[in-house]
């Protein structure tokens, strides 16, 4: 008799554990929820895109062969890229930097996808960094080519 109440006690402390462990999982955000996409305003959007397209066209590829802007563009992009491109932009989580890349290679579509961000992972850094510093990163990628 001693077993089977042991039993039962074991049996009830294995689903406690396994109800408690569901709830856990289903209570915890994803490991990547900061780099998600979110559901942007289309109107918001329009805007964003025209701006960006503007400032992208009045100068991404201005520092491009200047040294002393891509090496400040090598810090900002050591501070803000490398940790999904890695420092020599081989590209890790992100794609390799070095060759043609999906969204354009062009410093005006480089600039897009940083100021943007794109699908599947790639972070707007539009807010964070200015025209200046995006387009000295991109002075930057281009010295790696």
């Known amino acids: 008799m001693s077993g089977s109440g042991t039993s039962k006690k074991w049996l009830i402390i294995s689903f406690g554990i396994l109800v408690l462990t569901i709830v856990y999982v289903v209570m915890q955000p994803p490991r990547n929820s900061e780099i998600l996409p979110r559901k942007i305003d289309p109107e918001v959007m329009g805007v964003l895109e025209q701006s960006t397209e503007e400032q992208a066209a009045s100068g991404s ?3 491009i062969g200047n040294p002393d802007a891509i090496a400040a563009g090598k810090a900002e992009y050591d501070a803000h890229c490398a940790a999904c491109h890695l420092s020599d932009a081989r590209g890790a989580i992100g794609p390799n930097l070095r060759k043609r890349l999906k969204f354009g290679s062009t410093p005006e579509k480089i600039y897009e996808s940083i100021a943007l961000g794109r699908p599947a992972g790639m972070p707007a850094f539009g807010k964070k960094l200015n025209d200046e510093k995006i ?8 010295s790696l080519r």
């Open 61 to 63: 590829g201005q520092y």
């Open 135 to 142: 387009s000295k990163i991109i002075a930057f990628i281009e």
